[in-house]
């Protein structure tokens, strides 16, 4: 009986993996940045085109500035985010990117 339970919680576990880990990271980061060690969180619907650029530096096949526009025109036309994930909205921005700043963007 035991060894079932394990198996349904390692199942259960298996299939949330990609939710567990990106809260995991945004907890982590969250922290860390209230201790001033971790790096910047960005506020996305209040960002500054350096913040943004720095968030997307590293990333490859990334252009950094094309996208901090991209995203400061989408707020300058009236939009805003409601999610966090309604950052995918913005073109170039797709579920890997997504994936690599999930933890480093809020609301």
Same mark, same amino acid.
Request: glycine residues 10%; without cysteine; charged residues 25%.
């Given at each position: 009986?035991?060894?079932?339970?394990? #198996?349904? +919680?390692?199942?259960?576990?298996?299939?949330?993996?990609?939710?567990?880990?990106?809260?995991?990271?945004?907890?982590?980061?969250?922290? +860390?940045?209230?201790?001033?060690?971790?790096?910047?969180?960005?506020?996305?619907?209040?960002?500054?085109?350096?913040?943004?650029?720095?968030?997307?530096? #590293?990333?490859? #096949?990334? /252009?950094?500035?094309?996208?901090?526009?991209?995203?400061?025109?989408?707020?300058?036309?009236?939009?805003?985010?409601?999610?966090?994930?309604?950052?995918?909205?913005?073109?170039?921005?797709?579920?890997?990117?997504?994936? /690599?700043? /999930?933890?480093?963007?809020?609301?």
């Amino acid at each position: 009986m035991l060894v079932y339970a394990i #198996g349904k +919680l390692l199942v259960w576990v298996w299939r949330r993996r990609d939710s567990i880990v990106s809260y995991l990271g945004r907890t982590v980061s969250y922290w +860390l940045h209230w201790m001033g060690v971790g790096p910047p969180v960005v506020d996305i619907n209040h960002p500054s085109k350096e913040d943004l650029e720095k968030l997307f530096e #590293g990333l490859r #096949g990334i /252009n950094p500035a094309k996208l901090a526009r991209r995203i400061i025109a989408y707020l300058e036309q009236g939009g805003a985010f409601e999610r966090v994930e309604d950052i995918k909205k913005i073109t170039g921005i797709g579920e890997k990117t997504f994936k /690599n700043i /999930n933890y480093r963007i809020k609301i």
